[in-house]
């Protein structure tokens, strides 16, 4: 065959997959590197910031020395973090099971990608001693995704959050962060902590604040929080203290403001107080209470955008520069350190985001929550994230936090966790397999050849979700045949496709087609699965769109409990009452 053009097979070096038989012979990404700067990367489209010349060997503590090739840490010092252990070379338990989890990876390679920084193991010494199955996240391996759970102020309980931890973790939940800010914070949280295999992640300015203003926050329980989650097993805090006094006038032309709960709540106290955010001042002090723990640092992105408009913005680019320093400071005390992004972003600034932060964090893993692509379709975020996801994960992002159709307007509930989670596993997976992760390919060959086959049976098995797409199959048509609804038998091509192989390798005389084999009876998930088709018809969305307009609004055409009509006390308490009633409602 000859083209008017070349094929760009940068990556035919890493196909993403075993299968010897394939017709595409690679991704379009650039050859794998794992050990240096581009372990798996996408190719820069020009004018993007090039990968920082500095590791984390950069940024060593100022008492270890150098001796010829190899670092030496003080005479008598043990190392604490999964950071420290790779900088003196060795090879933990934690990085033995990552590598086997990986595939891809050796537990060398574990180890360098650790010392080196752009691999974490979220994994904090008293939750290893529980249930936890430690993973990595990190560029060199398969992008990981998180779901945000917990109680709100308003809705669900301890009982009702490790249920979705556990309906998340079913659903490839890799990591999950408690956000819960309602209930009994420290029951739920201990209760997840117990109850997860995987990494568990807080914000914990959360529980600083309960039951007191963040005027009132000061150092004493800001270092006593944190030594309290670690103690409890936390494997990983996201502390917003990038959020400085001066980025603070980028964000007054802002259409939204700061949307993040931690970082429009330290600006308030720095505001308050005419003083630097404390979680900056403190940062050398809350990393010696992480390290003993082995808790990560999942840096907080306070001023990240909450709209399109705001994206990439003054106030944005300025904190990240400060998540850059902060990241250096942390590798200096031996913490291990993820940086978090963005949020809504337009599809075209996505890459130079994902390459500025590995410029400025030198490799850090980032993790990102979406971003959101467009802000127009509310009830359905969690297809315009997972659309900025996949980008996001392809031009670098290492974990991607997912979103579910509740965002913006409601707390998750148990199908809303699924629908979150499924989403966000379809980004990253198409990620992983676009930038030539060997093996991430293998299961969509294997559909592909259990379709080609009209073997229903093979392909639901294989499905990530075979429940379900067995369930819509049989909605229709409830035998294995050699087509499906969606065509019928004289428009099926898989079946013309199959009969014309089957002629052209010569087909056997005494070949007979098969019956139609009649599939089994529904399980009770996919009887469920078909009954929740269509469960909210257009007349119940309807009348829960309205529900809310004809019990809260009062003669001004503002909710009774709006900040704008009572005092703060006053608003707490229509707002509970107002629940009642719409429970009842309900
Ligand atoms: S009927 Fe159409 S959709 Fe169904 S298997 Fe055949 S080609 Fe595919």
């Known amino acids: 065959m000859s083209l008017p053009f070349a094929l760009p097979l940068r990556g035919a070096s890493n196909p993403s997959s075993n299968t010897a038989n394939a017709t595409t012979p690679g991704s379009f990404a650039n050859p794998p590197n794992v050990g240096g700067p581009l372990a798996y990367s996408s190719p820069d489209t020009p004018g993007m910031p090039p990968p920082s010349g500095k590791t984390a060997w950069d940024f060593m503590p100022k008492d270890w020395r150098k001796e010829g090739s190899r670092w030496a840490a003080p005479v008598g010092f043990v190392p604490r973090t999964q950071l420290e252990h790779a900088r003196l070379g060795l090879i933990t338990p934690?990085?033995?099971?990552?590598?086997?989890?990986?595939?891809?990876?050796?537990?060398?390679?574990?180890?360098?990608?650790?010392?080196?920084?752009?691999?974490?193991?979220?994994?904090?010494?008293?939750?290893?001693q529980k249930a936890l199955d430690p993973m990595a996240i990190g560029r060199a391996s398969r992008t990981k995704v998180n779901a945000n759970l917990g109680a709100s102020p308003v809705s669900s309980s301890t009982d009702e959050e490790v249920e979705k931890l556990r309906w998340a973790v079913r659903w490839g939940a890799d990591t999950v962060m408690d956000l819960s800010t309602g209930g009994n914070l420290d029951a739920t949280r201990a209760a997840m902590i117990n109850a997860s295999t995987v990494p568990i992640g807080t914000v914990p300015i959360y529980s600083m604040i309960v039951g007191r203003k963040i005027e009132t926050l000061d150092e004493e329980t800001i270092l006593k929080t944190l030594r309290h989650q670690a103690q409890q097993g936390v494997d990983y805090f996201t502390i917003h203290a990038g959020v400085l006094q001066e980025h603070l006038v980028h964000v007054k032309d802002r259409l939204i403001g700061i949307v993040s709960r931690g970082g429009s709540l330290l600006a308030k106290w720095m505001i308050h107080h005419g003083k630097q955010n404390p979680m900056y001042t403190l940062w050398e002090d809350i990393c010696d209470v992480m390290a003993e723990y082995d808790v990560s640092f999942s840096i907080g992105d306070g001023l990240r955008p909450g709209g399109l408009a705001d994206a990439t913005d003054a106030a944005q680019l300025a904190e990240l520069c400060t998540l850059g320093e902060l990241t250096e400071r942390a590798w200096r005390k031996g913490v291990q350190v993820m940086v978090e992004g963005p949020g809504h972003v337009p599809l075209d600034q996505i890459e130079f985001n994902m390459k500025a932060q590995r410029t400025l964090?030198?490799?850090?893993?980032?993790?990102?929550?979406?971003?959101?692509?467009t802000d127009m379709f509310p009830g359905y975020d969690h297809i315009t994230s997972c659309i900025g996801a996949t980008f996001a994960a392809y031009h670098g992002a290492s974990m991607l936090c997912y979103v579910t159709p509740k965002e913006?307007?409601?707390?998750?509930?148990?199908?809303?966790?699924?629908?979150?989670?499924?989403?966000?596993k379809i980004a990253a997976h198409s990620a992983d397999v676009a930038l030539g992760i060997p093996g991430a390919r293998n299961q969509d060959d294997a559909i592909t050849r259990a379709r080609a086959a009209l073997n229903w049976k093979a392909q639901f098995e294989l499905a990530f979700d075979g429940e379900y797409a067995r369930a819509l199959h049989d909605e229709d048509l409830d035998v294995d045949t050699d087509f499906c609804a969606m065509c019928g038998h004289d428009w099926c091509s898989v079946r013309i496709s199959k009969d014309i192989q089957a002629f052209a390798s010569g087909k056997d005389p005494a070949f007979v087609r098969g019956d139609a084999v009649k599939s089994d009876a529904l399980t009770p998930e996919q009887r469920a699965v078909l009954e929740a088709r269509g469960n909210l018809s257009q007349e119940e969305i309807l009348r829960l769109a309205h529900k809310t307009r004809a019990v809260v609004v009062d003669g001004a055409g503002k909710a009774v409990c709006h900040s704008d009509v009572v005092a703060e006390p006053d608003a707490r308490a229509v707002q509970q009452?107002?629940?009642?009633?719409?429970?009842?409602g309900m």
């Open 94 to 128: 934690a990085m033995e099971r990552v590598a086997q989890r990986e595939g891809h990876l050796t537990p060398a390679q574990v180890r360098d990608e650790v010392a080196a920084g752009r691999l974490i193991i979220p994994a904090n010494k008293v939750h290893l």
């Open 361 to 373: 964090c030198h490799g850090a893993p980032f993790y990102v929550l979406g971003p959101l692509v």
């Open 408 to 424: 913006h307007v409601g707390l998750p509930h148990k199908d809303d966790v699924k629908q979150g989670c499924v989403a966000y």
């Open 577 to 584: 009452a107002r629940l009642k009633v719409l429970d009842a």
